[in-house]
């Protein structure tokens, strides 16, 4: 993994890309399905209830006197990037077919990641605490807006519906977990920090198991032999400029709201983020059908272009002088590597 990380290749991705592989080759059918049906659901009410019991209420509350920050990581996240998932309409059908539009619309509604924008912030030397809780913050609210969104926008894009029993899935699959968590914290709380590899293993591991879950049910429908290569490389692009767009639209509001360099840079990590981790569950549950697994894929491909694009980044902003007042070299860099 130390080997991979000087490429930023995200050892989770690559686990990611196996799970898809394995799908492809080896799908379960039959009993299997059934069996590994019924795992995905306990895995995504387990990763809830971790998600629910990590997150300290009180923290992410105390976040709030900073409301200008966190009101605009929140802006970007639930209004800016659903706003150009919907203008990326255009591109349909020539450029983008329904399902793969349906699937970059979705990664425009799913919340900010928390480890990748921490790290990345502490990299580049930004307002961690900062950076904490914003990343908490849009987690936590992308719980109750993301599905929301999803009924909003999606019914009338596309071919997904939500209706009303997906609203009750949604309540005892990610919100009962979710409250379960927080309730259980004074317990179990302080022993998932103390023990976060079991955790992150957990965390990951579930993960891994819904995309194999989902891919195997999409080789089972044959839903991959409407997808081409030149379909793939035309999605790459669209993620990338997307990613160019947010990263654009992230430095110019630093800059216009006169937030601190360090504040700048919170804004610059956690508004242009897109969570795998809390989007792939969110997916399995909205979306039935083997239809899923090309929705997650946008959101896949996306997530791994944040990361390489954003270490970048951040490296070279971590090299500006301590007394720089002013971003605006990094910003020129910043937008270079996010189009490249």
């Not at 659901?41 to 209830?49: C, M």
């Not at 006197?65 to 659903?82: E, G, N």
């Not at 809780?133 to 609210?141: E, I, K, Q, R, T």
């Not at 209706?163 to 914290?185: E, N, T």
Request: aromatic residues 8%; proline residues 4%; charged residues 10%.
């Amino acid at each position: 993994m130390k080997f991979l990380s000087r490429f930023y290749i995200d050892g989770f991705i690559l686990a990611i890309i196996a799970a898809v592989g394995v799908a492809s080759v080896f799908p379960a059918a039959g009993t299997a399905a059934d069996v590994l049906g019924w795992a995905t659901k306990v895995a995504i009410g387990l990763l809830f209830l971790i998600y629910g019991a990590r997150l300290s209420p009180s923290e992410a509350w105390q976040g709030v006197k900073h409301w200008r920050l966190h009101s605009v990581i929140l802006a970007l996240t639930f209004v800016v990037f659903p706003l150009l998932g919907l203008a990326l309409r255009i591109l349909v059908p020539s450029v983008l077919s329904d399902e793969l539009y349906t699937g970059i619309l979705f990664l425009c509604l799913v919340p900010s990641t928390v480890q990748s924008s921490i790290a990345f912030t502490s990299i580049a030397r930004g307002n961690v605490a900062g950076a904490v809780v914003s990343a908490s913050f849009s987690n936590l609210v992308g719980v109750f807006v993301t599905p929301l969104l999803v009924i909003l926008l999606m019914n009338t894009t596309g071919d997904v519906h939500v209706d009303a029993s997906s609203i009750i899935v949604i309540v005892f699959q990610l919100l009962v977990p979710f409250f379960a968590g927080q309730l259980l914290r004074p317990w179990i709380g302080e022993w998932l920090t103390r023990n976060a590899k079991p955790t992150k293993l957990v965390d990951r591991g579930s993960i891994v198991l819904v995309v194999y879950a989902a891919f195997s049910e999409g080789m089972n429908e044959n839903i991959w032999s409407t997808v081409q290569p030149g379909q793939i490389a035309v999605l790459v692009g669209v993620c990338v400029a997307l990613l160019a767009v947010v990263l654009g639209v992230t430095l110019v509001i630093g800059r216009v709201l006169g937030f601190s360099v360090e504040d700048r840079v919170v804004v610059l990590f956690c508004g242009s983020k897109k969570s795998l981790a809390s989007g792939v569950p969110m997916a399995v549950v909205l979306f039935g059908g083997g239809q899923v697994g090309l929705i997650m894929l946008p959101l896949m491909i996306f997530h791994q272009i944040q990361l390489i694009v954003c270490a970048i980044i951040a490296q070279r902003l971590s090299r500006r002088p301590l007394a720089q007042a002013d971003l605006s070299e990094s910003e020129d860099v910043s937008l270079h590597s996010g189009g490249s």
